[in-house]
């Protein structure tokens, strides 16, 4: 469901907005699953959406450089330890394309990402430990 809204807030970050990248790893079981929630709500919002996938850390350059190519108006991130791992230098791509994104994890916007949407996991830790 977090993927949804993500989806839904980007657009109302920017009206416009037309192409959306979103980076997944898929070393996260659940990214495959967000996929199936995406798709029918792009349609909705009119977005045409492209996948750019990361199964092992040799693929990051390269989905990096077919987003470029790919040229979209807003790039949202799946969650999963490839994007923990890589998540600095993602919003280093983001800011230099000028590319509005929104995050899976709320470690992004504290490293300087433009905008989360998650559970928080210290909350999340603090209750799962009563």
């Known amino acids: 469901m977090t993927g949804l809204k993500r989806l839904e807030l980007l657009k109302e970050i920017v009206p416009k907005l037309s192409r959306v990248a979103v980076l997944r790893d898929l070393t996260n079981q659940a990214a495959e699953l967000a996929g199936r929630e995406i798709d029918p709500t792009a349609r909705a919002l009119k977005l045409q959406v492209r996948w750019f996938d990361l ?7 390269s989905q990096l450089q077919a987003i470029t190519k790919w040229r979209p108006g ?13 998540r600095k230098r993602i919003i280093e791509f983001a800011a230099k394309n000028k590319l509005p994104a929104i995050y899976a994890r709320e470690e992004f916007v504290e490293d300087g990402g433009l ?14 430990a009563v």
């Open 55 to 61: 199964a092992k850390i040799e693929d990051f350059n």
């Open 74 to 86: 807003g790039l949202v991130t799946g969650g999963g330890p490839l994007m923990v791992i890589y």
């Open 115 to 128: 905008l989360n949407y998650s559970a928080s996991t210290i909350d999340l830790t603090r209750r799962s």
